[in-house]
């Protein structure tokens, strides 16, 4: 707990959970105990508790019963809904990147991708699923959009679990578009970079609604 210790406790439990949320390490359903928690962060109940009531209030979480707070599953329409703002938003942040987007910064989208096939390749799932992940908002970074990377984040905290469980049942090439965002962005071609992430999300939703019916 030193890397907690320097923050507030509570803030710090947050965002290491809101991060498990996002990269998929905690899955649609999951059960989430402030003792089971705590003992994983090596930190008392209180600053744990107070992290779950905020991702409460975020929707991250749901409360189905005093003692039995979940990952949330979300509904079909939820989750169309979601990932109609994410093809308008991170096809903004994706035209954007291209247009602003070094030799560092292409070097850096192309080795998360790399890395990326080579964990789907091994079936390392949680890997594959925390790299795209990271190549999405490496995106907006670039793109120097940093509310639009916060409101990312909001929206990937609700699509984090849900992404992480599919992947390893996906049947489609997961990197194909993220091979034609690379380029785009080295070529300064911010249309086709657009339309690359765009489809990269809208192909994946009726894979994406199949599994969902799959947990209900």
Known sequence: MKEISKDSLGDAIYRRVCQDLMRGKLRPNQKITIRGL????????????????????????EQRTVRDVR????????????????????????????????????????????????AIDASRWLQANELNQQFHFALAEIANMPVLLSMLGQLWLRMGPLLSGYYSTATQDMVKRHHIIVAACANGDSERARDAMREDIITAREGIVAYIKTLN
């Open 38 to 61: 705590a003992d994983a962060l090596g930190t008392s109940s209180t600053p744990v508790r107070d992290a779950v009531q905020r991702l409460l209030r975020d929707n991250a979480l």
């Open 71 to 118: 990952v949330p599953v979300l509904s079909v329409d939820e989750y169309l809904e979601i990932s109609r703002i994410r093809a308008e938003l991170e096809g903004l942040a994706t035209e954007r990147a291209a247009v602003l987007a070094g030799e560092k910064d292409v070097a850096r989208l192309q080795r998360l991708v790399e890395r990326n096939a080579e």
